[in-house]
């Protein structure tokens, strides 16, 4: 079955220390994306990635960073430089798009807890 | 930036009833799209709306788009206890990138 992988689902990590979040994609998708959830905030976009060895910084990227080094894999590092890391991480992928919008396709996400 | 509106909040309904979700965009959108996040879950997409004043249906689902192209809306007739969720709009800008920006959400409580 083609879909993304999210690891791990749930992490409970130390103040000061960084995480790293996996994503994997079999659906050939160009793009990738991370999300950011916190209740009643929606989802923000952290990241983005349109090609393989290329990235963007979304609206929230501050603290976090991001690597494309395969088609399939848009891992994402939760570093202590991130003020407030606790929260829901939702991984998306879509075609580039020709229609003027990318369908996105989620992962089930990774929940991390600092403690 | 671009800002994408989405009201109410939180929405409580009786098994039965109608519901409906509204979002407005800060700027004219290319198109907006409508997700479904069940309760411990993730975000899975329903639809997309292109063209000026578009309306399409997906059973009890009713989507719409604003002949401006700035403001949709999403109606549920009588509502199932399958239906909560949270629902979500995402507008991607005209002439900007591909990237859709989501609402906060409507959450829908549905009590049997």
């Known amino acids: 079955d083609g879909g993304i992988t999210q690891s791990p689902k749930y992490l409970f990590r130390k103040e000061g220390q960084n995480v790293t979040l996996s994503c994997e994609q079999n659906?050939?998708?160009?793009?990738m994306y991370w999300y950011r959830q916190d209740p009643g905030q929606g989802l923000r976009l952290i990241y983005y990635?349109?090609?393989?060895?290329?990235?963007q910084k979304g609206d929230i990227a501050e603290g976090y960073s991001v690597s494309r080094e395969k088609k399939e894999s848009f891992p994402l590092t939760v570093t202590s430089a991130q003020k407030n890391p606790t929260a829901f991480y939702l991984c998306?992928?879509?075609?580039?798009?020709?229609?003027?919008?990318?369908?996105?396709?989620f992962g089930a996400g990774s929940r991390l807890t600092v403690l | 930036g671009q800002q994408v509106m989405q009201i109410p909040q939180y929405q409580h309904v009786q098994e039965g009833e109608d519901f409906t979700t509204y979002c407005n965009s800060s700027?004219?959108?290319?198109?907006i799209q409508w997700y479904k996040q069940r309760p411990g879950g993730h975000p899975v997409f329903l639809i997309q709306?292109?063209?000026?004043?578009e309306v399409k249906k997906q059973k009890r689902l009713t989507f719409q788009f604003g002949e401006a192209k700035k403001n949709s809306s999403l109606h549920i007739t009588a509502t199932q206890t399958t239906d909560v969720g949270t629902y979500f709009c995402?507008?991607?800008?005209?002439?900007?990138?591909?990237?859709?920006?989501f609402g906060r959400g409507t959450s829908l409580i549905v009590h049997p």
């Open positions: 998306a992928s879509s075609d580039r798009g020709s229609s003027g919008a990318n369908v996105l396709t």
């Open positions: 995402a507008g991607t800008r005209s002439g900007g990138s591909y990237i859709p920006t």
């Open positions: 659906l050939n998708h160009d793009a």
């Open positions: 990635s349109q090609i393989v060895n290329d990235f």
């Open positions: 700027t004219t959108l290319s198109n």
């Open positions: 709306l292109v063209k000026s004043g």
